[in-house]
């Protein structure tokens, strides 16, 4: 509203108010004239991604595209320097690989085609960077290589003077490799690298850096290790390695499965190793015996005065390696075991004609089970063995039922060993009866 009811005409005849209005109009008019004649200006738009549709390719031919992740190219526009230069444009402008002409897997040349998102862009695309990148189209596939350790030794030998050390074991034998068929098959094995100290004296494990490798040694473009770090035929892995403490220790044999009584097998068994000595590694204390075979009396089966000959294999056994000598490292070496009994006595302990004729009794019988003897099999004696003159006196009282691997559900007709309840005597052999479960 105008004061005093003064018309807005009248305005115009106010100098003060004329000379403002002239000045406002005058900064509207310039402002306008400059945007609208202002010339136009050229700039160049950097790294902008090219697309790769291959939905029609995946979808006929199974192939996917292979190296297309970061492909950009670089555009030229021209526009109003205000248009131009707005971050808007970068998200207009659109760069598509063209897959039409892939027809099959291979390396492919597609055609750049760049234009705007926006029907009528306010800005013209004058030229980019390239027309046209190589991708690679392929199957998708996966396969396991194996893991190989290729380790640089800082100073010296790994393992320090008076010790060795076994082969460097990664965490896993083999990873899985993923990507172009073409480059997969052609992967034989991840090399492991790292450098690490030497002189150690004690197991140590450290992280290698995996690298995917040809049959002539070239990395694969394209091909990576599933479930490690995302980087392409890269990764990491850890991998470990046992310090042994060299030694040179008697060899000795254990025995299992000692007849009742007898609580040291020096006692009735003489035995000889050879050789009788050898070079051990220890990963824990050293001894002055190791234990190389471990054989049951049962096995055990000449009579008094014979010999019974084994040959074993020993590696590596509760923390206790045997040096190979070539190698330098843990390794197989071949020891003659020749095992002699003292004074044993053969005799036979006379069955009855009919089963129920037979009172067995009955060890670990741990669910109380109860049963009748139905069967005393063909034989019609028992053959045992005793220290010195104690098998003479054995008689069926000393036969024993050993339930202990009868389970609580058993029914029916079953096979149970037949033990001797005696000390220092054992049954030459194995011998069961066979007895029906009672519900």
């Known amino acids: 509203m105008i004061k005093n009811g003064r018309k807005l005409s009248e305005l115009f005849y106010n100098n003060k108010f004329l000379l403002i209005f002239s000045v406002v109009a005058a900064v509207i008019i310039w402002i306008v004239v400059a945007v609208e004649f202002s010339p136009e200006t050229e700039i160049t738009i950097r ?20 190296g297309a992740e970061n492909l950009t190219v670089d555009v030229t526009v021209v526009g109003k320097r205000y248009i131009v230069e707005d971050d808007s444009v970068v998200k207009d402008i659109d760069a598509v690989a063209n897959t039409g002409s892939v027809t099959k897997a291979g390396n492919h040349k597609l055609t750049i085609e760049v234009g705007s998102v926006s029907t009528r862009p306010q800005y013209k695309i004058v030229s980019y960077s390239v027309s046209e990148v190589e991708v690679l189209f392929d199957y998708y596939v996966e396969k396991q290589v194996p893991v190989n350790p290729v380790i640089s030794i800082e100073n010296g030998e790994f393992a320090a003077e008076g010790y060795f050390a076994a082969d460097f074991e990664p965490e896993v034998e083999k ?40 049959p002539n040694g070239d990395t694969p473009k394209y091909a990576g290790i599933k479930s490690s770090k995302n980087d392409i035929a890269s990764g990491d892995i850890f991998i470990n390695t046992v310090i042994y ?35 051990f590694g220890f990963s824990d204390g050293v001894s ?130 037949v033990v001797l309840g005696a000390d220092y005597c054992w049954i030459d052999g194995n011998y069961s009866v066979k007895v029906k479960i009672i519900k």
Request: proline fraction near 4%; glycine fraction near 6%.
């Open 47 to 66: 790294n902008v991604p090219v697309r790769v549709v291959s939905t029609g390719v995946a979808n006929s031919m199974n192939l996917e595209p292979f």
């Open 245 to 279: 403490k060299e030694a040179v220790a008697n060899t000795a044999v254990t025995f299992t499965d000692l007849p009742a009584g007898l609580a040291d097998a020096g006692d009735m068994i003489e035995y000889t190793v050879e050789p009788a000595s050898a070079v």
């Open 175 to 214: 990873v899985t490799v993923y990507g172009p068929k073409s480059e997969v098959e052609s992967v034989m094995q991840a090399d492991a690298y790292a450098t690490v100290a030497g002189n150690m004296t004690e197991n140590n494990g450290f992280t290698a850096s995996l690298k995917l490798v040809k």
């Open 288 to 417: 002055e015996a190791v234990s190389v075979a471990t054989i049951s009396f049962n096995d055990l089966d000449f009579k008094s005065g014979g010999e019974k000959k084994f040959v074993v294999e020993y590696s590596a056994s509760r923390g206790v390696a045997v040096k190979d000598t070539e190698t330098g490292k843990p390794g197989t070496q071949t020891f003659t075991i020749r095992v002699s009994l003292r004074d044993v006595q053969y005799s036979n302990i006379a069955l009855p004609s009919q089963p129920d004729s037979l009172v067995i009794k009955d060890i670990n019988n741990k669910h109380h089970l109860k049963y009748e003897i139905v069967s005393l099999g063909d034989s019609q004696s028992i053959s045992v063995c005793g220290f010195g003159d104690k098998a003479y006196s054995l008689t069926t009282n000393d036969l024993q039922l050993d339930f202990s691997a009868v389970t609580e559900d058993a029914t029916g007709e079953i096979e149970v060993p």
